[in-house]
């Protein structure tokens, strides 16, 4: 089992950043892959940008050269950075853990970006 916590959302005007944070706690060494997803109202759930064992990462191709995941295995935890932040971005995002075959998922932070 996989417990994830996240923090960091907020609201902020078009062009600033925020830093999302996620902890991980649990059976934290069979995760392959942690992610953000964001979901808006009335959308369906999209992956922002994920970030695999050995460090690939992919982006959704809205984020691409504004948002940056990295994860600090030391603390079990994975950022995501986000720049230039837009009012499209407004979502709620979701920290994803895929543990095995199981995807894992945390409560969800709101991201609101006003224009």
């Known amino acids: 089992q996989v417990q994830l916590v996240e923090s960091g959302g907020g609201l902020v005007q078009a062009g600033g950043s925020l830093r999302l944070s996620c902890a991980a706690s649990g059976s934290i060494f069979s995760i392959n892959v942690m992610g953000w997803y964001r979901q808006a109202p009335g959308n369906v759930r999209e992956l922002v940008a994920r970030i695999f064992r050995g460090g690939a990462t992919n982006y959704h191709d809205s984020v691409k050269g504004r948002f940056t995941i990295s994860r600090d295995n030391a603390k079990n935890t994975v950022y995501l950075q986000m720049n230039s932040l837009k009012p499209e971005d407004t979502a709620v995002y979701y920290c994803?853990?895929?543990?095995?075959?199981?995807?894992?998922w945390g409560q969800g932070t709101q991201v609101t970006v006003s224009s």
């Open positions: 994803n853990a895929l543990y095995y075959s199981t995807d894992f």
